[in-house]
């Protein structure tokens, strides 16, 4: 049996960190690691378990591996969620482990590649508790222009809709000396954006710090050199205090762009999903006020238990008022061992849809006036690939990778991936802009 070890990777770009993890430690022992499931006997499927379409995607991918006769090892939320019904489902999986258990991936595969042992091999913590694993090199599976820096893992929320705590245990932060030598690798091999992650980066520090301390971390990360872009996702609404505005407003290096699911504008629908209730169109009017040019992106949940046509409307209301730049819109999910998963009043299937739809729809149109607004304006880009044809892939700081728009450039010289350069627009979509590089 050959050494390479293939990986699948499922779910958010937290759980991306960790699939680079487990192949930085699988490198480090010399093991080959490959995105072609083709060339290896043994599969790392990392799963995601945040909703059951992901659930659905992540068992795809274990029965496909099973059924081209390859080994797998699961990894991830999936076997922390179900842990032995998975392993009844699915008996051909050779391991599982835990989302706090990755560092048990090395022995675990070695155990495998022992053909003389065909016991199932299972690591899953009772209680997870994530602590990133700081003496591991990533083996980054993308290596562009941009790279994602996990600040933190675990939650102390309980939202209504959500198993994360239960599968992540405890928030969990790094020290800001370890992040800020990650982002210094990085950098010396060519990442001109990083983007901080955690399942809430406005918490980050709480727990070794004893305070909120993302400005602080802010505040080191922009002394470092040859780092362009600096940009914050995934940002608790009530944790958004003066300093920390502040720090995105006056650091030149941080964007000005800041992730902040909402999930609802109905007080009540809050209460429900235990979010915090306050006024979200001060909180928007602040940060546009403290934050000249900022981008604003949020995300909603519509369908939630109990949610009322008068409900949904305020909703409606509130994105026609507050013109978010950015904005995902996401169906109910109902989800065991979740608050909500036994409240009452349900919402139908059919009219989740159709509050979803028209939400977008909304969006949409906001979207398409927001981008024609850029039309004769220059904008800061950071160029991500080069078609074959010539036109340049770039993302403008603006926009988020992966979940945002992109910005198609010309150019009268050579640009790199990774370089930042100014685009004059001029032309736009719905999601898109279209220019020419200064």
Same mark, same amino acid.
């Given at each position: 049996? #050959?050494?390479?070890?293939?990986?699948?990777?499922?779910?958010?770009?937290?759980?991306?960190?960790?699939?680079?993890?487990?192949?930085?430690?699988?490198?480090?022992?010399?093991?080959?690691? @490959?995105?072609?499931?083709?060339?290896?006997?043994? =599969?790392? =499927? #990392?799963?995601? *378990?945040?909703?059951?379409?992901?659930?659905?995607?992540?068992?795809?991918?274990? %029965?496909?591996?099973?059924?081209?006769?390859?080994?797998?090892?699961?990894?991830?939320?999936?076997?922390?969620?179900? +842990?032995?019904?998975?392993?009844?489902?699915?008996?051909?999986?050779?391991?599982?482990?835990? @989302?706090?258990?990755?560092?048990?991936?090395?022995?675990?595969?070695?155990?495998?590649?022992?053909?003389?042992?065909?016991?199932?091999?299972?690591?899953?913590?009772?209680?997870?508790?994530?602590?990133?694993?700081? *003496?591991?090199? !990533?083996?980054?599976?993308?290596?562009?222009?941009?790279? /994602?820096?996990?600040?933190?893992?675990?939650?102390?929320?309980?939202?209504?809709?959500?198993?994360?705590?239960?599968?992540?245990?405890?928030?969990? *932060? !790094?020290?800001?000396?370890?992040?800020?030598?990650? =982002?210094?690798?990085?950098?010396?091999?060519? =990442?001109?954006?990083?983007?901080?992650?955690?399942?809430?980066? @406005?918490?980050?520090?709480?727990?070794?710090?004893?305070?909120?301390?993302?400005?602080?971390?802010?505040?080191?990360?922009?002394?470092?050199?040859?780092?362009?872009?600096?940009?914050?996702?995934?940002?608790?609404?009530?944790? %958004?205090?003066?300093?920390?505005? #502040?720090?995105?407003?006056?650091?030149?290096?941080?964007?000005?762009?800041?992730?902040?699911?909402?999930?609802?504008?109905?007080?009540?629908?809050?209460?429900?999903m235990r979010r915090p209730v306050f006024d979200y169109d001060l909180l928007i009017k602040k940060l546009r006020d403290k934050i000249p040019g900022v981008a604003i992106r949020t995300a909603f949940i519509v369908g939630y238990p109990g949610e009322t046509e008068e409900s949904f409307k305020k909703l409606y209301d509130f994105v026609k008022r507050a013109r978010f730049d950015r904005m995902g819109v996401f169906e109910y999910s109902r989800e065991k061992n979740t608050t909500s998963y036994s409240m009452e009043h349900q919402v139908p299937k059919k009219l989740k849809h159709k509050r979803y739809k028209e939400?977008?729809?909304?969006?949409?149109?906001?979207?398409?006036?927001?981008?024609?607004?850029?039309?004769?304006?220059?904008?800061?880009?950071?160029?991500?690939?080069?078609?074959?044809?010539?036109?340049?892939?770039?993302? *403008?700081?603006?926009?988020?990778?992966?979940?945002?728009?992109?910005? /198609?450039? +010309?150019?009268?010289?050579?640009?790199?991936?990774?370089?930042?350069?100014?685009?004059?627009?001029? #032309?736009?979509?719905? /999601?898109?802009?279209?220019?020419?590089?200064?």
């Open positions: 049996m #050959n050494r390479k070890i293939a990986l699948i990777n499922h779910g958010c770009a937290k759980n991306l960190v960790d699939s680079e993890l487990m192949l930085g430690m699988l490198a480090q022992r010399g093991y080959e690691v @490959t995105l072609d499931d083709n060339d290896a006997d043994i =599969v790392i =499927v #990392n799963t995601c *378990s945040f909703i059951h379409d992901a659930e659905q995607e992540s068992v795809q991918s274990i %029965l496909q591996m099973v059924n081209n006769g390859k080994k797998v090892i699961v990894t991830g939320c999936l076997p922390q969620k179900h +842990k032995d019904d998975l392993k009844k489902a699915i008996p051909e999986v050779c391991a599982m482990i835990g @989302t706090s258990d990755l560092k048990e991936i090395v022995p675990i595969v070695e155990r495998v590649l022992n053909e003389q042992e065909n016991e199932y091999i299972s690591k899953i913590s009772e209680q997870p508790e994530y602590v990133y694993p700081e *003496s591991v090199k !990533r083996q980054q599976i993308t290596m562009g222009a941009s790279s /994602y820096i996990k600040i933190a893992d675990g939650c102390n929320y309980h939202c209504g809709y959500c198993i994360i705590p239960q599968l992540r245990g405890a928030y969990h *932060s !790094r020290t800001i000396e370890n992040i800020l030598e990650e =982002v210094k690798e990085l950098v010396s091999k060519g =990442v001109t954006e990083i983007v901080l992650i955690a399942q809430d980066t @406005t918490s980050y520090g709480i727990d070794i710090y004893g305070k909120p301390s993302l400005a602080s971390l802010l505040e080191e990360l922009n002394k470092v050199d040859g780092l362009g872009w600096i940009r914050i996702m995934y940002a608790y609404p009530s944790q %958004l205090n003066d300093e920390l505005i #502040n720090a995105i407003a006056k650091l030149d290096k941080v964007v000005k762009y800041i992730d902040i699911p909402l999930q609802h504008f109905d007080a009540d629908i809050l209460k429900a939400l977008m729809a909304l969006q949409q149109q906001i979207s398409y006036e927001i981008n024609q607004g850029y039309i004769g304006k220059t904008l800061p880009c950071i160029v991500e690939g080069i078609t074959d044809d010539g036109v340049i892939i770039m993302r *403008s700081c603006h926009d988020a990778p992966e979940i945002d728009g992109l910005v /198609y450039a +010309k150019a009268d010289r050579p640009v790199v991936p990774g370089d930042i350069e100014d685009v004059l627009v001029d #032309n736009a979509d719905e /999601y898109d802009l279209f220019g020419k590089i200064q």
